[in-house]
């Protein structure tokens, strides 16, 4: 997580960070019913996340304000990024190993593919995810929340996709953590994913969630996406055919980079 994003994340005006959780759920309310009499006149869906989403306060003052324009690349970025294994070894996927001992929580292993918009899978492509821990306490100097850091666990891992866009990460469940959006604001358990994509100056970062977390109807973040189908498609699956005998429970997410069901990508300034 990077100095401006956590500063984001959790640096907000004292005014802002008073609204009550109460007050923040009736104006997520109010702008999906909003929303849902667009598309029953007949708006298209939305697919990605709202830019300037009042209930999540600091993208009032962080969003684009004006229409971007095209830059050109410099000639560097005018190729496609390429790794392997000299480059990824594939014991950095496994966060759960990086230290002398072993790390606190629940083991984990999070799965999938990574396909493009007409389902063909995306090979040699390089993910890097961060999280916090079991605690929810991120290894980072500015997350300074009364929650221990567990010195055998630091959050951050990355793989290289396979032949059929595969990816695996084994890692420790994150817990939720307070944020200062609002007062007795907390963020669902998640896991940072950061992909590239045809050039360096295409990374594109998103979050994965957990099934039936309670904090998902509270979180201004996840419900700045207005759709339901759309936030559905950030939370993964357990899937029992990866959970190993009493090793790691297994969870499932396939990420999709375009098209009209494309996974949602935020900002890099957004990383919370």
């Known amino acids: 997580m990077s100095n401006e994003a956590f500063n984001n994340a959790h640096v907000l005006d004292p005014a802002a ?10 104006e997520i309310t109010d702008i999906h019913e909003a929303y849902r009499q667009e598309v029953l006149a007949g708006k298209k869906a939305e ?10 306060r600091s993208s009032l003052l962080r969003h684009p304000t004006k229409d971007l324009h095209h830059t050109d690349p410099e000639t560097i970025e ?28 629940e083991r984990i ?7 493009d918009g007409d389902g063909r ?31 055998n666990f630091t959050g951050v891992g990355r793989a290289i996709t396979g032949p059929n866009g595969e990816y695996s990460f084994t890692t420790i469940k994150p817990a939720p953590y307070p944020w200062k959006n609002h007062h007795n604001a ?19 970062i998103t979050q994965m969630y957990f099934p039936g977390d309670p904090l998902f109807a509270l979180d201004p973040i996840y419900q700045a996406i207005t759709d339901q189908k ?12 990866l959970t190993s005998h009493e090793w790691a429970t297994g969870y499932n997410w396939d990420i ?12 890099e300034e957004e990383e919370h």
Do not use: C
């Not at 697919?47 to 999540?56: C, G, H, I, K, L």
């Not at 040699?124 to 850091?149: C, F, S, T």
């Not at 907390?186 to 594109?204: E, N, V």
């Open 17 to 26: 960070s008073q609204a009550t959780q109460e007050q923040i759920t009736g």
């Open 186 to 204: 907390w963020r669902p358990a998640h896991i940072h994913f950061s992909l590239f994509g045809t050039d360096f100056t295409q990374r594109m």
């Open 78 to 105: 005018l190729h496609s990024p390429a790794f392997g294994q000299r480059d990824v070894h594939v014991l950095e996927s496994d966060l759960t190993i990086q230290h002398n001992g072993e790390p606190i929580g």
């Open 256 to 267: 999709v980079l375009t098209g009209s069901n494309r996974t949602w990508m935020e900002n």
């Open 230 to 241: 759309a936030r559905d498609a950030l939370v993964a699956t357990y899937d029992h055919n």
């Open 121 to 151: 899978p995306v090979a040699n492509q390089l993910i890097e995810i961060w999280q916090a821990n079991a605690a929810g306490r991120y290894v980072h100097k500015r997350d300074q929340h009364p929650a221990p850091i567990d010195p």
């Open 47 to 56: 697919t990605q996340p709202r830019v300037d989403f009042a209930p999540y």
């Open 109 to 115: 292993v999070v799965a999938g593919r990574v396909l």
